[in-house]
């Protein structure tokens, strides 16, 4: 018996019967040979971190505050971070498959836009100028990057329910009950990180924004903190300890009424006084600037195009796409350095 074995049976007497298995996986678009010593969502884990370029390029992809000149603002990465640590958890408490989750956390924001959530929504209105049926959802690109863009178009070839997972989790500014109750991934996994994402980007936001004096403890809503908690350490505590609480031995994920409604009444907090707030609208304006710059500029110039991905598609749908993908890519540094470069005195003035 190999350790890959040793492994899954050890799976199929410990975890969840609403685990998903190693050894039941839908499989991948292409078959390989098994590996002798790891499951196969323990491959795609380690894919993900070894192979796929734009998972290391998240480090330089900033969550909020659009480049930000504090060192311990959190950026894509660590907030990729955050959310394994806080999946893993809950996956362990409810006994499901911790390899799975780890590698639909970490592979679950590798389609983001430099410049946070306002690039993406920039990036779609810059897309749909040249192909007006065409849409943009980071979460939708992150399945595209591990199954088309990585390794040259071959894709990192991952397990059907590691692509489902990382295509499931986005949720905008939807309840969280909403999205609990109408958002149904292959696996109780991909469940688990969409929930671990909101826990995580609630309160590492908060926690950015109160540190860089936009946000002070005493505007947060009474209900939060009396339910929530006032500390950091304490709101994903108790987000967490409800997970798991009210989905142990559940074929579903859910929370307590109590705290859904404080979780749901921070979220709108954040949305109303951080993310729509006057110093964001500004910075949306700089960020739609850049990012509508550079797509003209590759839709328009064949020289820069090609400079830059090697080719440049005659049709203009397959150009905005692949221009599209171009942009996404981009670390806020690289993609603020070719608007500076192309449009600015001193730069190479297309």
Same mark, same amino acid.
């Given at each position: 018996?190999?350790?890959?074995e040793?492994?899954?049976q050890?799976?199929?007497?410990?975890?969840s019967?609403?685990?998903?298995l190693?050894?039941n996986s839908r499989?991948?678009?292409?078959e390989e040979?098994q590996?002798?010593?790891r499951?196969?969502y323990q491959?795609d884990r380690d894919?993900?971190?070894?192979?796929c370029?734009?998972f290391?390029?998240?480090?330089?992809?900033?969550?909020?505050?659009?480049?930000?000149?504090?060192?311990?603002?959190?950026t894509?990465?660590?907030?990729?971070?955050?959310?394994s640590?806080i999946?893993?958890?809950i996956?362990?408490?409810?006994?499901?498959?911790?390899?799975?989750?780890?590698?639909?956390?970490?592979?679950?924001?590798?389609?983001h836009?430099?410049?946070?959530h306002?690039?993406?929504?920039v990036?779609?209105e810059?897309?749909?100028?040249?192909d007006?049926?065409?849409?943009?959802?980071?979460?939708e690109?992150s399945?595209?990057v591990?199954?088309v863009?990585?390794r040259?178009?071959?894709?990192?070839?991952l397990?059907?329910?590691t692509?489902?997972?990382?295509?499931?989790?986005?949720?905008g500014?939807?309840?969280?009950?909403?999205?609990?109750?109408?958002?149904? !991934?292959?696996?109780?996994? @991909?469940?688990?990180v969409? %929930?671990? +994402?909101? =826990? &995580?980007?609630?309160n590492?936001?908060?926690?950015?924004?109160?540190?860089?004096?936009?946000v002070a403890?005493e505007?947060?809503?009474?209900?939060?903190?009396?339910?929530?908690?006032t500390?950091?350490?304490q709101r994903?505590?108790?987000m967490?300890?409800?997970v798991?609480?009210?989905?142990?031995?559940?074929?579903?994920?859910?929370?307590?009424?109590?705290?859904?409604r404080?979780?749901d009444?921070?979220?709108?907090?954040?949305?109303?006084?951080?993310?729509?707030?006057?110093?964001?609208?500004?910075?949306r304006?700089?960020?739609r600037m850049?990012?509508?710059?550079?797509?003209?500029?590759?839709?328009?110039?064949?020289?820069?195009?090609?400079?830059?991905?090697?080719r440049? !598609?005659?049709?203009?749908? @397959?150009?905005?796409?692949? %221009?599209? +993908?171009? =942009? &996404?890519?981009?670390?806020?540094?690289?993609?603020?350095?070719?608007?500076?470069?192309?449009?600015l005195p001193?730069?190479?003035?297309?």
């Open positions: 018996m190999t350790i890959r040793r492994i899954e050890l799976e199929s007497e410990t975890l019967p609403y685990a998903a190693s050894e499989g991948r678009e292409r040979p590996c002798d010593v499951t196969v491959r894919r993900i971190i070894h192979q370029k734009a290391r390029r998240l480090a330089h992809k900033t969550q909020v505050f659009i480049s930000p000149r504090h060192d311990h603002i959190r894509r990465l660590s907030h990729t971070l955050e959310v640590q999946a893993r958890t996956a362990k408490a409810l006994r499901l498959n911790e390899s799975l989750t780890e590698a639909i956390a970490l592979g679950h924001d590798v389609g836009t430099p410049f946070g306002a690039g993406e929504e990036l779609e810059a897309y749909r100028e040249y007006p049926t065409a849409h943009f959802l980071h979460a690109h399945v595209r591990v199954t863009v990585e040259d178009g071959e894709g990192l070839n397990c059907r329910e692509v489902d997972g990382i295509g499931s989790h986005s949720k500014r939807r309840d969280t009950a909403e999205v609990l109750q109408s958002d149904r !991934p292959l696996t109780l996994e @991909a469940t688990v969409s %929930v671990s +994402d909101r =826990i &995580a980007y609630l590492h936001d908060l926690d950015d924004c109160a540190s860089a004096g936009l403890p505007a947060i809503p009474q209900e939060c903190r009396d339910v929530l908690g500390r950091y350490s994903i505590s108790t967490v300890r409800d798991i609480e009210q989905s142990e031995n559940q074929p579903v994920v859910r929370l307590s009424s109590r705290v859904l404080a979780v009444a921070l979220k709108e907090f954040l949305y109303e006084n951080v993310y729509h707030a006057p110093p964001m609208l500004e910075e304006r700089r960020v850049v990012i509508q710059s550079l797509f003209r500029l590759y839709m328009t110039s064949d020289e820069a195009l090609v400079a830059a991905v090697g440049a !598609p005659e049709p203009v749908a @397959a150009r905005a796409r692949l %221009v599209c +993908d171009y =942009i &996404a890519g981009m670390t806020d540094r690289y993609a603020t350095d070719r608007y500076v470069e192309s449009y001193g730069g190479v003035l297309v």
